[in-house]
């Protein structure tokens, strides 16, 4: 298994206000088969990481829109299903509010080698997937190069993002890399909150 990485720009929309971002696009996978970790602005742009591979899975870490946006056509480009924590229904219907929910992910499911770790804060359903093979673990906005997500917004909440962080992310061994959502690397030796 490896991990291969993109970059996608569009723009992430709450509360009234709309900011460009840079989302960061994850694959993980081998050489025929892989799963894609959040559907940010520009499914050919996730189709160019993913190569040509089959995606069998769609695994979504909270349901904002710079992270969720592209999802469906995702889905409809691979056939491949999309999941998402049952708790990020408010903020998918705010993207998507005539489609379903994806499919459910749990705390401790385990899809393609990644396990489900729920850390609520930055929204009430975000995960992070953790990767024990590959020594690394994908984070989305819980926790970044520099300490927590934002979680100045509707639907976050700070101490519960820092619990998270703290019990969930913090007791994983100190030289697991992390994979943020949006910026560059980090390890978890290397953060605090």
């Not at 206000?17 to 996730?46: Q, R, S």
């Not at 899809?111 to 093979?133: K, N, W």
């Not at 994908?138 to 927590?148: E, K, M, R």
């Not at 703290?166 to 910026?183: I, Q, Y």
Request: hydrophobic share 35%.
């Amino acid at each position: 298994m490896r991990v291969d990485h993109g970059v996608t720009n569009g723009t992430f929309s709450l509360d009234g206000h709309t900011f460009e971002v840079d989302n960061n696009v994850w694959v993980v996978g081998d050489d025929d088969t892989c799963v894609v970790i959040d559907a940010p602005h520009d499914v050919d742009g996730i189709l160019g990481v993913v190569g040509g591979r089959r995606v069998t899975a769609i695994l979504l870490t909270h349901a904002h829109d710079d992270h969720v946006r592209v999802a469906p056509q995702l889905a409809e480009a691979t056939g491949a299903p999309v999941y998402l924590h049952p708790a990020e229904e408010p903020l998918w219907k705010l993207t998507h509010p005539d489609l379903p929910m994806p499919e459910p992910l749990a705390d401790g499911q385990e899809i393609a080698g990644l396990r489900v770790l729920h850390t609520p804060g930055h929204s009430p359903g975000a995960v992070c997937f953790y990767a024990p093979e590959l020594g690394c673990v994908f984070t989305g906005d819980t926790l970044f190069h520099g300490g927590p997500g934002a979680t100045g917004r509707s639907f976050s909440d700070y101490d519960t993002i820092v619990k998270s962080i703290k019990e969930r992310l913090f007791t994983l061994p100190s030289a697991t890399v992390v994979h943020t959502g949006h910026g560059r690397d980090t390890l978890i030796a290397s953060e605090t909150v």
